[in-house]
């Protein structure tokens, strides 16, 4: 089983990247958290330096074996409680960890706000509901259950980029990240930063 993976990134998408260790290309598939920090880490592609760490779950399937990358053991721990959820397989656990930044999520699924989660694209309100009702008890060890916090106006910018066309649980990673990175920001620098986010992506 592979746990961990350290190398140099040979491609790279939101959905996936390919390292290379010791001159063997994984393919390894990741949440878009996390290709968010390959990104903002600078990795370049063929970067010939060990560029990426990641956290790694090893699914076995009857075809083989796919790998599923996290930035955090923290991801990777959320991860693999969102599979043991009955009817979430490990696809959709990725599409639920790039749909609401880890903090978010955790704190949602501890205050039983299924609502919130059934915002999440592919996640209907049964999903969201199994998600609190299996999961709710199980989030004390994953961090601060509260949500992020947003200065005053970083919702007019998650607005103006949801009104572009972005999909609101990207847009709101986008912003939290710029704001992070970029504490005094106004809101036209905000935005400029988020729209370079997203236009990685």
Do not use: C
């Not at 970067?47 to 990426?52: E, G, K, L």
């Not at 749909?99 to 999520?105: D, I, N």
């Not at 039983?112 to 998600?131: N, S």
């Amino acid at each position: 089983m592979i746990g961990y993976l350290q190398g140099r990134v040979l491609d790279k998408s939101p959905e996936r990247l390919l390292v290379d260790v010791g001159g063997v290309g994984y393919e390894v598939f990741v949440p878009v958290s996390t290709f968010y920090e390959v990104e903002r880490q600078g990795v370049e592609q063929g970067d010939p330096r060990p560029t990426v760490a990641l956290h790694v779950h090893t699914h076995l399937r009857e075809d083989g074996l796919t790998l599923y990358g996290f930035w955090t053991a923290r991801e990777k721990r959320l991860f693999e409680r969102l599979i043991a959820v009955s009817g979430i397989g490990p696809r959709l656990a990725r599409v639920v960890l790039s749909g609401m930044p880890p903090g978010e999520l955790v704190g949602a699924i501890a205050s039983g706000d299924a609502a919130r989660l059934a915002t999440i694209p592919g996640v209907g309100k049964k999903t969201a509901e199994r998600m609190v009702l299996e999961l709710r008890e199980k989030m004390a060890d994953l961090g601060e259950a509260a949500p992020q916090p947003t200065r005053e106006g970083d919702d007019d910018v998650v607005s103006a980029l949801v009104n572009l066309g972005y999909k609101r649980p990207l847009a709101e990673r986008a912003v939290l990240q710029a704001r992070r990175d970029h504490p005094d920001a106004a809101f036209a620098d905000l935005l400029r930063e988020s729209l370079s986010r997203l236009s990685r992506a």
